[in-house]
């Protein structure tokens, strides 16, 4: 434990506590950012400590002190608001634009439930399609193991159709390394022709990920899909990652990525070839620039592989930014580009390309102090 965050303690139990939160100003760690949380805790400034927690949390994920601490700090409650725009645009010419708007609550110190709304406008050749999403989900901590989470949504198409979609997912941490999951559910296929006729997809997953040391983890996940037009997938992910620059404010990842695609047979209404195969490598990095400003980057690249199609090196590019602009408010940003068929959501062999941007504003409010 670094020794300031030792005497931030013995200061707090003298009833010194904002004299040892100031003591903290400007450090990181794992150590640091608990006891910052705790700290703000023990003054009462709950909704303060959740965020200090989450942000230890993300910024030291194979930290598992601080993944209890900041689960356990959950058991509050908050309120926020988040509306959002994206916009992507491929090589198949497709322009795809998304308005959302989301509420969420802490109504129970354990549960969190949200409602949102999303507007989706599909063009490609002068043909307009989209839909109307209005959804409403809970996620909540059980207990320090376990996890669970479900959603439903009504989908209107402006065709007139309309389709409901939902799911459910359970997440258990079997030690303090593992953590096993699953989950089932509908999904509303995306891709240009499936919106034109409403093409729906149940499905069921199930994964672990295995924190192998203090800087690497390992990641696994299956899946089975059944479309509506009769076609199914399966699909196997894995990724594996390791730290390799650990700082307070820096921190760079190195790592891989594998995806396997499998359908039983062709459709026009989305991207599913008989067998596909992706391998790609990939660096990321996180950065505090301040402590109201902090960025991230991704670079991966590798091969791909299908039926009757050479291989192909896909290259993807990623970044973002978050800035708290006022204590309850904050600004975040991403965009990318990327040229792997796996994100591909159409029909098609021929090579493709994807760009994306996205702007979204999170406002707290009626904290607990």
């Known amino acids: 434990m670094p020794l300031a965050v030792g005497l931030a303690y013995a200061l707090a139990d003298r009833g010194r506590t904002r004299e040892a939160l100031r003591l903290l100003d400007g450090m990181r760690g794992p150590e640091v950012h608990i006891a910052r949380a705790q700290l703000l805790h023990w003054m009462g400034r709950l909704g303060e400590a959740q965020r200090e927690a989450h942000a230890g949390a993300a910024a030291f994920p194979e930290d598992v002190t ?3 601490f900041s689960r356990d700090l959950d058991l509050q409650y908050g309120h926020a608001l988040a509306p959002g725009f994206r916009v992507i645009g491929d090589s198949d010419g497709v322009s795809d634009r998304t308005w959302s708007n989301e509420f969420s609550t802490h109504w129970t110190p ?20 989209g839909w109307r999403q209005y959804e409403a989900g809970w996620s909540g901590v059980i207990s320090r193991s376990l996890a669970a989470s479900a959603a439903l949504a009504d989908h209107e198409y402006f065709s007139g159709l309309r389709r409901w979609t939902g799911d459910a997912s359970v997440s258990v941490a079997a030690s303090d390394r593992v953590q096993v999951f699953g989950g089932a559910g509908v999904i509303a296929m995306d891709a240009f022709r499936s919106v034109a006729g409403g093409v729906t997809g149940r499905f069921w997953m199930a994964g672990a990920t295995w924190r192998v040391t203090g800087r690497s983890s390992l990641d696994v996940r299956t899946s089975r899909y059944f479309f509506s037009d009769g076609v199914s997938r399966t699909r196997l992910d894995a990724a594996g990652f390791r730290a390799l620059l650990y700082r307070p404010r820096l921190r760079l990842d190195m790592g891989w990525r594998t995806n396997y695609l499998w359908h039983d047979r062709e459709t026009p209404d989305f991207f599913s070839p008989a067998f596909f195969q992706t391998h790609l ?22 091969l791909q592989r299908e039926p009757n199609v050479k291989v192909e090196s896909p290259l993807q590019v990623s970044a973002g930014f978050t800035w708290r602009w006022r204590e309850a408010l904050a600004l975040h940003g991403d965009a990318g580009r990327t040229t792997a068929s796996v994100e591909r959501v159409n029909p098609g062999r021929v090579s493709y390309s994807r760009s994306s941007a996205s702007l979204g504003i999170t ?3 009626r904290e607990m102090r």
């Open 66 to 68: 601080i993944a209890r």
């Open 110 to 129: 354990s549960h969190r439930f949200h409602a949102g709304f999303l507007d989706r406008r599909m063009l490609q050749e002068n043909t307009e399609i």
């Open 281 to 302: 490598a990939e660096i990321k990095a996180r950065a505090s620039i301040t402590r109201k400003f902090e960025c991230h980057a991704a670079f991966s690249g590798g």
């Open 363 to 365: 406002f707290w409010f």
